[in-house]
């Protein structure tokens, strides 16, 4: 079979998870041909980590690569909207980090472009594709819990200033709690129920500067420019109302990631920044909650939904992290601050598919053998 020739921009903390699936697990579906990054250092670790062949030294040289098929965009969100673009505009299709773009009006433009150069865009989060969402979906679709009524989604933390080694970005427009976690909370629902009519949001800022304590920055001051605490009400054309969290104020919380409540039980859905478990259900007469087994890819596969790109261009059909999806989310995450400033119930003006599953009662290696 032949394999998908694909190029990284962007060598930042996301490629340690990034790289490893992309040239030892999804190998045979992809071949990473070349990196590229500002920092040359970093393309240079890349290559010599992982065994790349190619360090490009811009991104145009990148895009001028007549043997790349995909671009996979890493780069910060302040770059999203921009550099996806310009992937398209080379004839490349696109894989971009979340967001799509950090506004709907370039996320549209976006959208339009693929269109009219008949390319695809699909992008992050692909976790949905891993074991412990799709076995939630199959839980789901089983009928075990009846039909979904109501559900909660709660991220909480303090924010990244103490870990990461580049925090100040996430107290910068295009981040804050709801663009760089609500991706994954946001995909999750749409894909366990489907399409969201409209949101309901309250937002607030808990603290107006940050002090960094990790050690390479410690001490260091940011100035928080986003909403920091992102609150409210979901509605699903399914009849389905979620309670949403996403919080960067928050100590501590005892509070479950993703939890489905529905006619005949409850569904209690794992952390969607993962691709495992635990997937657990509810149901009258049971003395307690009943843990499912998993089906799938259970580690830390990130790089799944460029594979499945690939195989979507291999065979013509939509790839399951496709551009639609990204819009819908994006969508979602403006209209929460959109319903808190203007005061309103706010209707998404998009709306999305859900993706179809993965082959059931195939191995997580057999899929990243043979694909679709």
Same mark, same amino acid.
Request: proline letters at 6%; a negative charge; charged letters at 20%.
């Given at each position: 079979?032949?394999?998908?020739?694909?190029?990284?921009?962007?060598?930042?903390?996301?490629?340690?998870?990034?790289?490893?699936?992309?040239?030892?697990?999804?190998?045979?579906?992809?071949?990473?041909?070349?990196?590229?990054?500002?920092?040359?250092?970093?393309?240079?670790?890349?290559?010599?980590?992982?065994?790349?062949?190619?360090?490009?030294?811009?991104?145009?040289?990148?895009?001028?690569?007549?043997?790349?098929?995909?671009?996979?965009?890493?780069?910060?969100?302040?770059?999203?909207?921009?550099? &996806?673009?310009?992937?398209?505009?080379?004839?490349?299709?696109?894989? /971009?980090? $979340?967001?799509?773009?950090?506004?709907?009006?370039?996320?549209?433009?976006?959208?339009?472009?693929?269109?009219?150069?008949?390319?695809?865009?699909?992008?992050?989060?692909?976790?949905?594709?891993?074991?412990?969402?799709?076995?939630?979906?199959?839980?789901?679709?089983?009928?075990?819990?009846? $039909?979904?009524?109501?559900?909660?989604?709660?991220?909480?933390?303090?924010?990244?200033?103490?870990?990461?080694?580049?925090?100040?970005?996430?107290? $910068?427009?295009?981040?804050?709690?709801?663009?760089?976690?609500?991706?994954?909370?946001?995909?999750?629902?749409?894909?366990?129920?489907?399409?969201?009519?409209? #949101?309901?949001?309250?937002?607030?800022?808990?603290?107006?500067?940050?002090?960094?304590?990790? $050690?390479?920055?410690?001490?260091?001051?940011?100035?928080?420019? #986003?909403? /920091?605490?992102?609150?409210?009400?979901?509605?699903?054309?399914?009849?389905?109302?979620? &309670?949403?969290?996403?919080?960067?104020?928050?100590?501590?919380?005892?509070?479950?990631?993703?939890?489905?409540?529905?006619?005949?039980?409850?569904?209690?859905?794992?952390?969607?920044?993962?691709?495992?478990?635990?997937?657990?259900?509810?149901?009258?007469?049971?003395?307690?909650?009943?843990?499912?087994?998993?089906?799938?890819?259970?580690?830390?596969?990130?790089?799944?939904? #460029?594979?499945?790109?690939?195989?979507?261009?291999?065979?013509?059909?939509?790839?399951?992290?496709?551009?639609?999806?990204?819009?819908?989310?994006?969508?979602?995450?403006?209209?929460?601050?959109?319903?808190?400033?203007?005061?309103?119930?706010?209707?998404?003006?998009?709306?999305?598919?859900?993706?179809?599953?993965?082959?059931?009662?195939?191995?997580?290696?057999?899929?990243?053998?043979?694909?679709?």
């Amino acid at each position: 079979m032949e394999k998908t020739v694909i190029a990284v921009i962007g060598c930042g903390d996301i490629t340690r998870i990034y790289f490893p699936s992309l040239t030892r697990v999804l190998n045979n579906l992809v071949t990473l041909k070349g990196v590229c990054d500002l920092i040359p250092q970093r393309a240079k670790y890349a290559q010599d980590t992982y065994g790349i062949p190619v360090i490009y030294p811009t991104e145009d040289d990148v895009l001028a690569d007549e043997a790349v098929s995909i671009v996979v965009n890493l780069t910060q969100p302040s770059e999203h909207a921009r550099l &996806n673009r310009k992937i398209l505009e080379s004839g490349k299709h696109l894989y /971009t980090e $979340k967001p799509l773009a950090m506004a709907r009006e370039e996320g549209a433009k976006l959208l339009r472009l693929a269109e009219k150069k008949n390319l695809l865009i699909a992008g992050a989060p692909d976790t949905f594709l891993g074991a412990g969402l799709q076995t939630a979906r199959r839980v789901l679709e089983s009928g075990r819990i009846g $039909k979904p009524l109501s559900a909660v989604a709660f991220m909480t933390c303090h924010g990244h200033e103490s870990w990461h080694p580049d925090p100040e970005y996430y107290y $910068k427009p295009g981040a804050g709690p709801m663009m760089d976690m609500g991706p994954y909370y946001l995909t999750a629902l749409t894909h366990l129920l489907g399409p969201i009519d409209s #949101v309901m949001g309250s937002v607030g800022r808990g603290f107006d500067q940050r002090t960094i304590t990790n $050690k390479t920055k410690y001490g260091q001051v940011i100035d928080v420019e #986003v909403s /920091t605490h992102v609150a409210g009400l979901i509605n699903f054309k399914s009849g389905a109302i979620a &309670n949403m969290m996403m919080s960067f104020d928050v100590w501590k919380a005892n509070l479950p990631h993703i939890e489905i409540y529905g006619t005949q039980g409850t569904l209690c859905v794992p952390d969607p920044d993962t691709f495992h478990g635990p997937v657990r259900v509810f149901c009258p007469g049971m003395e307690s909650f009943e843990e499912i087994p998993l089906e799938g890819f259970s580690d830390n596969t990130r790089g799944m939904g #460029v594979a499945d790109l690939a195989c979507a261009i291999r065979n013509g059909r939509t790839p399951r992290a496709h551009g639609r999806q990204l819009y819908h989310v994006l969508d979602a995450m403006e209209a929460f601050e959109d319903s808190c400033r203007e005061g309103i119930e706010y209707r998404l003006r998009s709306t999305t598919e859900i993706p179809p599953m993965l082959p059931e009662n195939m191995t997580a290696q057999e899929w990243a053998q043979v694909g679709d």
